[in-house]
């Protein structure tokens, strides 16, 4: 399990807090500032060692960091705008990442070379959330163009647009469910739209929260997912969808 957490924001540091303190320590003590940018940080996760932290900015890059000393690893160039967001690659020896951002694009990264290695631009506004398939060989968008896309990395393109044309508000949090099946999105609407990933269908719409979707993300065992919303509330919900094992059609 992880002993730490990290925490990015508009001062332009990533923050490591310890998971485990006794009530009578000072936090503000424990806090170690790992990363800092040049503009705010908008995401931040720790590698598959907890003594690496990867970031994006608002400054156009994304970084690399040691935790315990605070030194660059490297750093990533290659967005026209601020990085909104990022996902590291599922497999453990994997060594790649993917993010999103203002300029439209969401970009395949390297993490020892530091060099993108492929590049999708065919959103039409802000990419605000990417997330890998389970498989690895896949990454799902979402966008302020009202849009959430799937692109194959072993064909090195687009291959599924959700959408519908009573959606008109931005995606901004997309996740896979265990299966990857299901993706989840969470939207500026207030609304969570629970999309079949092989049919491209709706297969539902979630209510509740009294403003904008911010973030979700589904369990590691898969059974349930949380979303986060700026009505200041976080909603957990079983994930209880199911799919015919065939279909038959009749005759005539």
Known sequence: RPREDCLSGLDNKCSVYPLTFDKNENMAAKKKSVAMHTNYLSACSFTNSDMQILTASGDGTCA??????????????????????????????????????????????????????????????????????????????????????????????????????????????????????????????????????LKGSRVSILFGHENRVSTLRVSPDGTAFCSGSWDHTLRVREVVFSFPVCERRGEG
């Not at 040691?66 to 990085?83: I, M, N």
């Not at 996902?87 to 994997?94: I, M, Q, R, V």
């Not at 802000?126 to 966008?143: L, Q």
Request: charged share 20%; hydrophobic share 35%; proline share 1%.
């Open 64 to 197: 690399l960091w040691d935790v315990e000393s605070g030194q660059l690893l490297q750093s990533f160039h290659g967005h026209g705008a601020d990085v909104l967001c990022l996902d590291l690659a599922p497999s453990e020896t994997g060594n790649t990442f993917v993010s999103g951002g203002c300029d439209k694009k969401a970009m395949v990264w390297d993490m020892r070379s530091g060099q993108c290695v492929q590049a999708f631009e065919t959103h039409e506004s802000d990419i605000n959330s990417v997330r890998y398939y389970p498989s690895g060989d896949a990454f799902a968008s979402g966008s302020d163009d009202a849009t959430c896309r799937l692109y194959d990395l072993r064909a090195d393109r687009e291959v599924a647009i959700y959408s519908k044309e009573s959606i008109i508000f931005g995606a901004s949090s997309v996740d896979f469910s265990l299966s990857g099946r299901l993706l989840f999105a969470g939207y500026n609407d207030y609304t969570i739209n629970v999309w079949d990933v």
